[in-house]
């Protein structure tokens, strides 16, 4: 306990020290997302013999020194990841939506399953990885972790802290937090093995 409180009062003095802008956010770049998320939708299609058109995101000026949120909102998938004015993106969320009255097979079952795809190369973007089986990695860790945990999955990749949470029926919510205060030139690692195929209802194990 008093290690811990030491460590806290010698950071806080570390900051009090240190001139104005030595610290920085450092994590995904927004311009580097959107780029991995275009690629990621090309993958996927690849995987799964399908023709997704990537989602266009809406960007929003916060009129907070430079920060800026991109949205896009749908039925069954809402996106929303705000950056400061570097271009580092300070939060992503990713909201998968069990449209009311799906069924599979029909057309609300089939946006839920499109949506799913779509929310999947979100996720992947958040990878730092230049390569896209390397960053679809993350979404097999994820769907293998929240199987075996009921739902659940937690950790942190590099900047970011990873929430998910999903409710069967219902949806899910994947959430990646910036926590970092550290030198831009620190980048969490990535890599993994070559991914396995895309089944075809696959998607639907994430909500």
């Not at 009090?16 to 939708?41: C, D, H, M, R």
């Not at 939060?91 to 009255?101: A, K, N, T, V």
């Not at 993994?192 to 639907?204: N, S, V, W």
């Amino acid at each position: 306990m008093r290690r811990a409180l030491r460590r806290a009062i010698a950071f806080i003095v570390l900051l009090l020290w240190l001139p104005v802008g030595a610290l920085a956010l450092t994590g995904q770049n927004i311009s580097t997302f959107l780029t991995y998320y275009k690629e990621n939708v090309v993958f996927i299609n690849g995987m799964t013999d399908r023709h997704m058109l990537p989602v266009e995101l809406d960007v929003t000026d916060l009129k907070d020194g430079g920060r800026t949120q991109y949205s896009a909102s749908s039925d069954a998938l809402n996106v929303t990841v705000s950056a400061d004015s570097d271009g580092i993106i300070e939060s992503c969320e990713i909201r998968l939506l069990y449209p009311e009255g799906a069924q599979q097979g029909n057309s609300l079952y089939l946006d839920y399953v499109t949506a799913n795809y779509h929310s999947l190369a979100f996720i992947m973007a958040m990878h730092i990885s230049p390569e896209p089986e390397s960053r679809y990695y993350l979404v097999e860790e994820i769907r293998n972790e929240m199987i075996s945990n009921y739902g659940a999955y937690e950790r942190q990749l590099g900047a970011y802290t990873i929430s998910c949470v999903s409710v069967a029926g219902e949806g899910a919510v994947f959430t990646f937090t910036n926590n970092s205060l550290i030198p831009a030139e620190e980048e969490p690692a990535d890599g993994g093995p070559t991914p396995e195929p895309i089944e075809e209802d696959e998607a639907a194990n994430y909500g």
